[in-house]
């Protein structure tokens, strides 16, 4: 399509080439563009749904403002175009400062792949950062529907991504929590020196390489980890389910194609891995068998946190969002808990809920009005201390994309810490379920005891719905053919 457009709608969107190209010379622009996009599509993702919608805005956009991630990495791309911009605001071209101020960027595909794009944008360090929209492309969707993007995978037709462009431009900016994460084990006195496969890694953990000597964060002999995540890490019963899943993915990725069918398998696989495993296995070990877990609410203040022996799976959550679109911190009752200091999640408010499950049939509590999880706490910092033990693995997940991590064999630690890391820019919509701890109308207390049977505030009875038997508790669901007298 070049700088020639044959629809005047798309002028809002347009960036023209010499903006996207390195060297050029500035030009004096026709018009200037209200809501210049930068578009991110995973063409794997979604089945055929992914390679269907980067045709698509690639038809009704600039085809070099249209990446497919499969064949171009998002950091050389962010980094040749903000340097571009640069460049060419110093030689006085109009429409480069006017991008830089107004740029919007769109990410389609999973979790794991939007957590992927806000870690880039995040290395970035940009004075004024771009604001991220979701596309759904995913199964489980929670970044999207934490800002009210939906979570069901959508249409690809012309229409459609209009119609999606139409609402990134009256989305209103949002200003959510990163979290930043270490790993760090001591280094093998033989054998190999990275003690996790590259391959194994999540996209979620883009930088998650060994880090120099002269980092601040490395220790003398440790081998150290980094990286972030912006809607959850999780380790246990539920990292082992997702584990599973995307396993079988890659070993069989014909039969993934569809969102409702991955739903389905992940459901089967939750019920097999959860309840069928040997006593032996990490997925039949609680939490407290496996790590040493403190928290940091005041700086420099590390406290032990108590892990009821009951509990299979810890959550560390900063969206309202999880397994399929559910809250698993619930909102609080004032009366019960005005004790334990818990407050309403809010994404902005440099804490991070921990929260855990028992098992299963534990998760299908989330299912119910104000359903949620074990409230463990609520913490600017974690720390998982694992030392030779129950298990010599275990499974953990972040944003969606799970990985297996060895655990110490001999008299070493593994440690993994997690710490409030800055914040990045969302885009959400009016059906946004995040909420702000700035925003007037966000709550600024526990709920009162008479909401308790009450479902979330707005959500309609058609809405709870779909909620329930769509895409609910992935991690949890039973199949409808499953037989629950066999877990007695």
């Not at 529907?145 to 069901?152: D, E, I, L, P, V």
């Amino acid at each position: 399509m070049g700088d020639v457009m044959s629809d005047n709608i798309l002028t809002e969107y347009y960036i023209p080439d010499y903006i996207l190209v390195p060297g050029s010379e500035p030009k004096k622009p026709l018009r200037i563009p209200s809501c210049p996009v930068l578009v991110f599509i995973n063409s794997k993702s979604g089945g055929q749904l992914g390679g269907d919608l980067l045709l698509t805005y690639r038809s009704v956009l600039n085809k070099k403002q249209v990446f497919d991630l499969r064949e171009t990495k998002p950091d050389k791309v962010l980094h040749q175009i903000f340097a571009t911009l640069g460049t060419l605001e110093q030689h006085g071209d109009v429409l480069a400062p006017a991008i830089q101020n107004s740029l919007r960027i769109i990410v389609a595909g999973g979790d794991g792949t939007a957590g992927w794009l806000l870690g880039v944008i995040s290395d970035l360090k940009l004075p004024q950062p771009p604001p991220v929209a979701t596309v759904p492309l995913g199964t489980g969707n929670n970044l999207p529907f934490s800002f009210g993007w939906g979570k069901k995978n959508p249409g690809t037709d012309c229409q459609s991504v209009l119609s999606f462009l139409e609402q990134v431009k009256n989305a209103k900016e949002m200003k959510i929590d990163s979290w930043h994460i270490i790993m760090r084990m001591r280094a093998p006195t033989e054998g190999s020196c990275d003690p996790i496969a590259p391959l194994e890694l999540p996209h979620s953990l883009h930088a998650f390489h060994r880090i120099s000597q002269t980092d601040k964060l490395n220790m003398e002999g440790y081998h150290t980890y980094r990286g972030g995540f912006w809607n959850y890490f999780s380790m246990g019963m539920d990292a082992q389910i997702s584990y599973a899943f995307h396993s079988e993915r890659k070993l069989h990725p014909e039969k993934f194609r569809n969102q409702l069918i991955n739903q389905s398998t992940y459901i089967k696989l939750g019920c097999t891995q959860s309840w069928l495993s040997s006593p032996f296995h990490p997925s039949s070990l609680n939490v407290a068998q496996l790590t040493k877990v403190m928290i940091m609410k005041k700086q420099g203040q590390w406290e032990d946190l108590n892990i009821p022996r009951s509990i299979k799976s810890i959550v560390c959550l900063n969206l309202p969002s999880f397994s399929g679109g559910f809250n698993p911190w619930g909102k609080p009752y004032r009366k019960k808990y005005r004790d334990r200091g818990f407050t309403p999640s809010f994404v902005d408010d440099g804490l991070i809920e921990i929260v855990g499950f028992r098992n299963v049939l534990h998760g299908l509590v989330l299912l119910a009005p104000n359903g949620h999880g074990t409230r463990l706490a609520q913490a600017n910092a974690v720390r998982f201390e694992f030392n030779k033990g129950a298990a010599d693995h275990t499974f953990m997940r972040m944003d969606g994309e799970p990985w297996k991590q060895p655990l110490p064999v001999d008299d070493d630690t593994v440690v993994v810490e997690i710490s409030h890391f800055g914040q990045v820019s969302m885009l959400a919509t009016p059906f946004c379920r995040s909420k702000s701890v700035h925003d007037p109308s966000s709550p600024t207390s526990c709920c009162d005891e008479d909401n308790e049977d009450s479902t979330d505030e707005g959500e309609s009875p058609d809405d709870w719905e779909e909620k329930r038997k769509f895409g609910a508790a992935d991690s949890f669901k039973f199949p409808t053919e499953f037989d629950l007298t066999h877990l007695s």
